[in-house]
């Protein structure tokens, strides 16, 4: 089982992985760590069954495993996995679903 599997969101909250700065441009040259800007887009990697209001209706999250999602430049929990860097945000923090191109 992947590590990531190993984490499930409970009511409405979602686990993000922030797309990376690119390393390199077009030329191939390498951009300096400091130097990379951080993108404030990220793929949902798993989604919480929703949250009840008060009468008790579940309402389901609005994003599913997989979207592509902005993010707020603040906020959210970040969640390390080994190596990996993950932020649980809920899901109406989450800015706008981006659709592929």
């Known amino acids: 089982m992947s590590t990531i599997k190993r984490i499930i969101p409970l009511l409405d909250r979602v686990l993000v992985q922030r797309i990376k700065a690119q390393e390199r441009t077009a030329s191939g040259i390498f951009i300096p760590e400091k130097a990379q800007e951080t993108l404030n887009e990220g793929i949902v990697m798993a989604v919480g069954p929703g949250a009840p209001d008060k009468n008790g209706v579940t309402h389901p999250c609005s994003v599913k495993e997989g979207d592509r999602i902005l993010l707020?430049?603040?906020?959210?929990?970040?969640?390390k996995l080994g190596s990996e860097e993950y932020l649980l945000y809920r899901d109406n923090e989450i800015l706008a679903k981006l659709l592929e191109k």
């Open 72 to 79: 707020p430049p603040f906020g959210g929990n970040t969640v």
